[in-house]
């Protein structure tokens, strides 16, 4: 089994405090269907965002684990490019204030 967690706090990796543009009904709204289609647990507001369990076939090992890693990427990356148009957003927000 293979916890596939997103450790990345947009606050530490950018400089810039999202949580304002994230948290709102716009983002949440594009951000859910993408959580509820691949079953993964969207946390908010914690250190690590989003987090979804992966069964890994113990007996296939160490094939098993990479074609493991590589769904938990393909699944993961659409709701990273939503987080990047957060980023950009919340970017865009802080240069005109």
Not at 12 to 27: C, K, Q
Not at 32 to 47: V, Y
Not at 64 to 76: I, K, N, R, V
Request: proline share 6%; with cysteine; aromatic share 10%.
């Amino acid at each position: 089994m293979v916890a596939w967690e997103c450790p990345i706090n947009p606050r530490e990796a950018s400089g810039l405090d999202p949580e304002a543009v994230h948290n709102s009904d716009r983002w949440q709204e594009e951000l859910q269907p993408l959580f509820e289609d691949r079953d993964i647990t969207n946390k908010g507001n914690q250190q690590n965002y989003f987090i979804k369990t992966y069964e890994v076939d113990q007996s296939r090992l160490p094939e098993s684990y990479y074609e493991t890693l590589a769904t938990a990427f393909e699944e993961h990356l659409p709701i990273a490019n939503v987080v990047d148009e957060i980023l950009d957003e919340a970017l865009q927000n802080v240069q005109t204030e």
